[in-house]
């Protein structure tokens, strides 16, 4: 339906002695209610994190005030610890920046002939779970694992054995987890540059290389830092990735020491929220250097004039573009997704597949076990209910910050934008510290579990329906109230059903995000509240591959087939 459309039947059923200031009072009414609803859900584990770290007591118990928490953040183990975080934060981000602008390059300024099925393959390992993938890598690089079992019994070729737990694999599976997300930020400005200015630089008799890296990467530049900076966050604030290669290797990163801290004897839950404070303000700060970098007076490279893009000929180097490409492809989604599916169907893991002995039994397990089915009925209803919140809530900061603008609407903003910078293991342990005390039956409960993810996640909301609200003009409610709307009407008849692509959109975008979280749940589940992110790393932790992989491959299953519901029914998110 087209806007005037919309704006046309919203005025015929309007009556026409209505005002569109009335209704004021009820929106304010709505606008506070927010503000405070946001900014309690952002503030106080924040705030007791931060109380936290000046404790000397486990949350909920008596202690005294004290500042050796802080001391203890130079000790040598949280230096180390430290300087492990950002040395793996800067390699991954590199070469994560390098591999994802180099394939979006290829699929969109080349004649690459397999564009249509690598967007949708990268589109996939985007959303492939970083625990699951981890796990895959470490039934293939673990010191018995199928690639020392081949290369060193099979082959005899022990000098090319390779160990998984170390901080080289790390970066090596960091990196397929963020390379998706790189491609993702990268490929809107590199396919959106207007090609006048290569068509120049070839005029001028540059060759394509040459046009690359003094034309095209230049104008590139801001593109590249700003993703370079968010690469660097998301890699520092992992948990999963970090926790289950780097616990056994013992290369320990902050959100892992936080969680050995809290999870293992000896105890130091201050030492851990003071770490937690740490890391957030590391992330903070990188969040608002990228803050301003977006909005720095940045090389115009989209204008107004058409200009066919001319596709630069890939000739002799097309074997290492498909390589690049596929590679890729192989290692970060299909090769995980094949050792997970055999390891699901053996009864006891063997490298030869000839040797295996096959069995369905994990799966039927994971139907029988009433774990299992508690934390798939759990999922659903985290992930169905606060996705609803999460999507509201953003609705609602969004018309509140972007259009409605009314007093301290800067300040919601800033609140909003704030779990950007927190990890989410640091957010599960505020929740556990602030809940402890809070006179609130919310611990070890599902509402608690909701509360935080749709923390974590409100600014993937407020982001993805803020996108297209900005969009539209605001003279169509306008036209509304011209003929007799109140400003109620014309949210509900003209603003709503125009942004309802971006917020279906982002129903589904935190529908998959809650339903693979594990890092801001790792802290505040218990027996009767665990997840199926949970649940995999349970048994996973239990050395039951096995089981594992079998829910591990559901999990997956689902996940790629919400995508593809998504493809499907949102037209905004086939839009390249």
Not at 394 to 421: A, E, H, M, N, Q
Not at 457 to 476: C, H, N, R, W
Request: glycine share 10%; net charge positive.
């Amino acid at each position: 339906m087209s806007e005037q459309a919309i704006v046309m039947q919203a005025v015929a059923a309007s009556p026409p002695a209505r005002r569109a200031g009335q209704g004021g009072a009820v929106l304010t009414g709505v606008y506070w209610a927010t503000f405070l609803v946001v900014a309690a859900m952002v503030a106080i584990p924040v705030v007791a994190l931060v109380y936290g770290s000046f404790r000397t007591s486990a949350p909920g118990l008596p202690g005294e005030w004290t500042l050796e928490n802080y001391a203890g953040l130079a000790s040598g183990g949280v230096l180390s610890s430290m300087a492990t975080t950002l040395v793996i934060g800067l390699f991954t981000s590199v070469i994560s920046i390098i591999v994802g602008t180099a394939i979006a390059l290829i699929v969109h300024r080349t004649d690459f002939r397999y564009g249509n099925a690598v967007v949708a393959l990268i589109g996939l390992s985007f959303y492939f779970p970083s625990f699951i993938l981890a796990m895959a890598w470490i039934i293939v690089g673990a010191p018995g694992g199928v690639y020392n079992t081949i290369v060193d019994d099979t082959l005899g070729m022990p000098w090319l054995r390779a160990d998984i737990y170390t901080a080289a694999g790390i970066v090596f599976v960091m990196s397929l987890h963020q390379v998706p997300f790189v491609y993702l930020t990268m490929r809107g400005p590199i396919a959106g540059m207007d090609p006048i200015y290569e068509e120049a630089a070839n005029t001028a008799g540059a060759r394509p290389h040459q046009v690359l890296l003094r034309v095209t990467l230049p104008l590139l530049g801001y593109s590249l830092i700003s993703s370079f900076i968010l690469t660097f966050v998301m890699t520092i604030e992992q948990f999963a990735i970090p926790a289950l290669l780097g616990i056994p290797g013992q290369v320990t990163m902050l959100a892992t020491q936080l969680y050995l801290l809290v999870r293992f004897t000896p105890t130091d839950y201050g030492l851990a929220a003071a770490i937690g404070v740490a890391l957030s303000l590391i992330t903070g700060a990188a969040i608002w250097a990228q803050r301003r970098v977006t909005t720095a007076g940045r090389l115009t490279t989209v204008t107004g004039k058409a200009g066919r893009l001319k596709l630069i000929p890939l000739g002799r180097w097309r074997w290492a573009a498909n390589l690049l490409c596929f590679g890729f492809i192989f290692l970060g989604l299909i090769m995980p997704m094949i050792i997970l599916i055999y390891t699901s169907v053996l009864k006891w893991f063997t490298v030869n597949p000839l040797e295996g002995m096959y069995t369905l039994r994990n799966y039927v397990f994971i139907w029988e076990s009433a774990s299992t089915v508690t934390s798939f009925t759990n999922t659903l209803i985290v992930s169905g209910v606060g996705a609803a919140v999460g999507v509201t809530l953003g609705v609602l900061c969004c018309y509140f910050t972007l259009r409605l603008k009314p007093r301290g609407y800067r300040t919601l903003d800033f609140i909003v934008s704030l779990p950007f910078g927190v990890p989410g293991v640091v957010l599960g342990l505020g929740l556990l510290w602030a809940y402890a005390y809070l006179p609130l039956p919310l611990y070890g409960t599902l509402t608690l579990m909701i509360i935080a993810f749709v923390t974590r996640f409100l600014p993937y909301a407020t982001e993805t329906v803020g996108g297209q609200m900005v969009q539209i003009d605001k003279s169509l409610e306008e036209a509304a109230w011209v003929n007799g709307a109140t400003r109620a009407q014309g949210i509900w008849r003209i603003l709503l059903p125009l942004v309802t692509p971006s917020v279906q959109g982002a129903y589904f975008l935190l529908f998959m995000a809650f339903f693979r979280e594990i890092s801001s749940a790792i802290l505040i589940y218990s027996v009767n509240t665990s997840v199926i992110s949970i649940s995999i790393w349970s048994f996973f932790e239990q050395a039951n591959w096995g089981l594992a992989s079998a829910l591990a491959v559901v999990a997956t299953l689902i996940i790629f087939v919400a995508m593809a519901l998504i493809m499907k029914l949102v037209p905004t998110a086939r839009r390249g």
